[in-house]
């Protein structure tokens, strides 16, 4: 994480006002009742689709009402129901090369090329000409400009596998994500990645490839009738064998192996270029039902007129892994899910009531996410349906899963230095008497792996809060994620119940600066994610 910037560090300090030696806010007692109620065993552990998760919506709902929040789900209900589909392919993507000539050889699925149609493509067949972009990266800033002059309306980009050195491993995750999104923004119908000698050598094709691929699975199905999928484009993805990709580039300007040369060595450029062959591609995709699940939602207006149409979702996932079809040594089969993520959800309950008792500038929504667990399928679905008949998300504020077995000393606010949330987060951590530290493990990128990214990838800024390693925190931490991360173990007495107290206090002061933020919340101009994401910029805020 960056440092707060001078004018950041002032704007932080000017907004805070130490509490009196960490005063409680939070109910202690109430948090911990949630926390059993939701981890009992009658929840079943909270598994997307289970009367067992019906019942923890059930209660969670009851207690918003209980707060004084407002329905916020579908036809004035606390819920927002959506069905979870599973795509796949119908049959095997046919793909065959067409010379110059007119002469056709095809392509054997599974051996030389894997992939398919992406989920919202539906089925099709076209046959269009091949572009090979190089690694597809359009960063100048970089020393990437592969992009430039190149043509990929209604054709087919081949592109291969890079990882630029020496930057932010966030933005090095965005960019790998977003391969493909960038050639379909260029017009590109299809995508075939080339593997080359080099991607051989760290992994086996057969292993790797369906990996790049990245089609079917489960998603959402959209009040449309189409699963959900952030890529409009292109309708399919493919990654060619290290002997197929040698064939496409046989005779072009640069062969398989300099392209291989060039990612053993930095990533040198390599140039842009139309191939003279075509490629004819028939895909199909099939729809089965899944499951259906729920999202919990509660509405708090704000007090600010000017700012009703800037709404913050606070998010906390519910759902957890359900019951297990093989036993402990104890005969505990329920993975109650107390740490992960009751724990969450108490903690959004209670910043609801503190929230209700003095509400914001803005209107809030209290959000118990389902199926996290799944693939943050129902933050995914609600960051692209958030049902508001008037006004837009502007900011997320996610808790997941504190570990709560140690009187922790620091706090981690991911993505806080990504926008103008940042200055307003460490006032509330410095309110509440404790230091505000960067990621201490960028290597594992967690910013991706919680529900608030769902929320980024729609332009959203968030911030999701965390514990540090301090006091400690870091041995805390991997004991409990070694022995009782979605094991039955996970039970509400391995919890701390002052430190989720401790916890709550600190992200409701986080919550509570974010909803009267002056200024709307925005990416800092010189930050990546709003030219990657689109969203609102703080430029001069």
Not at 407 to 429: E, K, Q, T
Not at 455 to 464: F, Q, T, W
Not at 489 to 497: G, N, Q, R, T, V
């Amino acid at each position: 994480m960056k440092k707060l910037t001078v004018l950041a560090t002032l704007a932080a300090s000017l907004l805070a006002t130490p509490l009196a030696a960490q005063d409680a806010l939070s109910d202690r007692a109430t948090l911990e009742n949630d926390v059993r109620i939701l981890a009992d065993d009658d929840m079943e552990g909270r598994e997307a689709g289970t009367p067992g998760y019906d019942r923890a919506a059930e209660y969670v709902a009851g207690r918003f009402a209980d707060i004084g929040l407002q329905p916020g789900g579908d036809d004035g209900s606390w819920y927002q129901n959506f069905e979870l589909v599973r795509v796949r392919q119908a049959r095997d993507t046919s793909v065959a090369i067409v010379d110059a000539d007119g002469n056709s050889r095809k392509v054997d699925y599974g051996t030389d090329i894997v992939g398919g149609g992406l989920p919202n493509a539906g089925s099709g067949r076209f046959e269009a000409e091949m572009v090979f972009v190089g690694y597809g990266y359009d960063r100048p800033d970089l020393g990437f400009d592969d992009m430039s002059g190149v043509d990929l309306e209604g054709k087919i980009a081949l592109w291969v596998y890079g990882s630029p050195e020496g930057l932010d491993p966030l933005e090095t995750r965005i960019l790998q994500n977003q391969a493909t999104a960038r050639l379909a923004e260029r017009g590109a119908i299809g995508a075939i990645m080339l593997w080359t000698p080099e991607l051989s050598s760290r992994i086996p094709f057969e292993r790797g490839a369906p990996f790049f691929a990245g089609v079917g699975g489960l998603t959402w199905l959209g009040p449309d009738g189409v699963p959900g999928h952030l890529v409009e484009g292109p309708q399919v993805s493919l990654v060619a064998s290290e002997e197929l990709s040698r064939a496409l580039l046989e005779g072009e300007q640069i062969s398989i192996d300099e392209v291989s040369a060039s990612q053993a060595n930095g990533m040198t450029p390599l140039p842009s270029f139309e191939i003279g062959s075509r490629a004819r591609i028939s895909f199909a995709n099939e729809i089965e039902p899944a499951l259906e699940t729920s999202n919990v939602i509660g509405m708090l207006p704000g007090t600010d007129p000017a700012l009703a149409d800037q709404y913050v979702v606070v998010t906390a996932h519910l759902d957890h892994e359900g019951i297990s079809r093989y036993p402990t040594e104890d005969g505990d089969r329920i993975f109650n899910g107390a740490m992960d993520n009751a724990t969450g959800v108490s903690a959004l309950m209670e910043m609801a009531r503190l929230m209700r008792a003095e509400p914001g500038r803005r209107p809030l929504l209290f959000v118990a996410l389902g199926a996290e667990e799944l693939g943050l399928i129902g933050s995914s679905y609600h960051a692209a349906n958030p049902g508001l008949e008037q006004g837009e998300l502007v900011a997320n504020v996610n808790v997941d899963m504190p570990v709560l077995t140690w009187p922790f000393s620091d706090i981690v606010a991911f993505g806080s230095d990504r926008s103008n949330l940042g200055p307003h987060v460490a006032s509330a951590v410095s309110e509440y008497g404790l230091e505000l530290v960067p990621d201490p493990n960028p290597g594992e990128a967690f910013f991706f792996r919680s529900d608030q990214y769902s929320y980024v990838e729609r332009g959203i800024p968030a911030v999701y809060v965390e514990l540090g390693f301090g006091n400690d925190g870091e041995a805390a931490q991997t004991s409990f994620l070694s022995t009782h991360y979605h094991q039955p173990s996970d039970e509400a007495d391995l919890i701390e119940y002052e430190q989720l107290g401790r916890f709550t206090d600190i992200a409701y002061l986080v919550l509570r600066n974010v909803s009267n933020m002056d200024a709307r919340p925005g990416w800092l101009p010189e930050e990546y994610f709003g030219r990657a994401f689109g969203g609102h910029i703080a430029e001069g805020e």
